[in-house]
């Protein structure tokens, strides 16, 4: 094995480029004028709070938002009232005149907004917020705010300006709204045997974030977009009829006061255990007595963006032990109905969510919660902190998948904090990237491969499912902002491509070691921050040791067709004792390193791969390759791992001598 690879070594120095650019092929880029390897003008020369090489700069600054909520769930009229504190502190380095909070349940409005962005429309709604009052706390002084509302946004103007680098205002509001039925989406109510399971997000007034590069960030919840939170501690309290469970993001404060003896005795159990253990069995859901009283279930999640919970008092309940890289204490739990019982469906659900917490942590951050938790009910598959909501029908293979994708956005977007409403694929599409090795080490790959199942459920080849969508005139290019993409390109556009990104430079552009150190690094630096797009590509560079601007080009701000051809291929002086020389051919715009496999007559094989560089100057190049003996054919990218859309001119045979 060592001789083999000093052999390569030998080999690729003595690849050179003996032939310049001659004739372009129709639809190719000119000799020597490659757009792809010019300039790549984004925003990214560094600033005082960003640096050119991708890290937070020493005068990095972002907002903070603290919570405390006091909820009442009506289980019988389906409707959540409550009042709210919010601190928020202003460490930019400017005075604010106004405020801007995010309503996302007027988005169920007759009128809302997302009612027009897509041919879809909803006939179902409800009256979103209803506003009881909102109060400001300035100097000391209680004030009643002054106010607007649109859409799914309301701005508060203050009656002096928010000082900067640490002023602090504090917002009372007292609301409340009609919890969504099945239509909810995100946010919902279903009936099941033993009782409602409501599923409750988006469900407090919060800030939107104001940052170094949009100022207040307030577009629109229309749907597809996602969050864009600030990061703070939340302490929030749910008052609900006795006999149900709340399963919320962070940790239970009182669990002497909501559970039982037996329960908490479980739990302690279940805290040192890498089994599953039952906190709440099927006989105790069946034969609860009939309560009247209320309980309050009280939780605190420390530096998150977000909170949400579910409640039913049809919930089983079990959890285990999650080893995290540091020691530290963590559980995973599982909530869900009788109708999901089984080890092929839910009962492998803790499961599930365990190991793929244990992976995430150790490969890229330390999961930084006490408590992670999946929660069967009609959301089917929709993220928050430390809480995932999963279809209650979901099995097997599917259960796994959706658990590991939802639970893995707790890294994208939870501890790295992008916008998903402007840049749906640095969390969507990172993660999706880091489904694909999860599912490869889970039990030994019971269901691996993940190659984005959602996208191709055949299970095609990822380089070649991409291939149409490189080539449609109407596909959006990922850098569209999540609610611009049509339905058909969601997925496509937002998951399956940047995922597949991260996969060529993992496997083709960068290798495993430069990328792994610097993909890692991206999220040291940016966790429980707001980076944008190109403090991404910035670290990519610096970390990677490349200039990559050709691939972020094409592969984020475009959509271009790949096609790597050779053309010919002859033995040098027409001897095979003095090697190869191979015409290679760009067809297409798009370019990319060019793995190389060349067979010899006795079936020997020499692997190699040509850097990008190859078409710096031109789209038609000759390349020497030194050989040692006559060579049957050879092919560009053997393992099919790049998006060549005419895999026909990729292998040449040599005629018999």
Known sequence: MKMQFFLLGMILTMVCTIGQAQNVPQNSAQNGNWPLFAPLNYQGNGSVYRSANGSPAANYWQNRTDYKIEATLDTVQNILTATETITYTNNSPGALNIL???????????????????????????????????????NGQLQKANYWINDTRMQIQLPQPLSAKGGKVFIHIQYQYQIPGTFGGRTDYVATQYGKIFEIAQWYPRMCVYDDLEGWSTLPFLGSGEFYCDYGDYDYSITLPAGMIVAGSGELQNPEEVLTPLQRNRLAKAVKSNQTVWIRTLAEVQQQPALKANKTWHFKMLNTRDIAFGASKAYLWDAAKVNLPSGKKCMAMSVYPVESMGDSAWGRATEYLKKSIEYFSEKYFEYPYPVAINEAGIADGMEYPGIVFDGMNDKGKELYRVTAHEIGHNWFPMIVGSDERRYPWMDEGFNTFIDVYASDVFNKGEYAPKRDGEYAPGGGNPADEIVPYLSDPHTPVMMTRADGIPEKYRHPIVYFKPAYGLVLLCEVILGHERFDAAFKHYIQQWAFKHPAPFDFFNTMNNLGGEDLSWFWKEWFFENQPLDQSIENVIYTYQNPANGIDITLVNLQPMVMPIPLEVEYANGEKLQMQLPVETWLQGNIRKVHIATVGKVKSVKIDPKQLLPDANRNNNVFTMPAL
Request: charged share 15%; glycine share 2%.
């Open 100 to 138: 801007w909070i995010q309503m996302d349940q007027n988005t169920y409005l007759p009128n809302a907004r997302s009612q027009y962005y897509t041919n879809r429309y909803r006939n179902e709604f409800t009256r979103g917020f209803q506003i009881a009052s909102v109060q400001i706390t300035v």
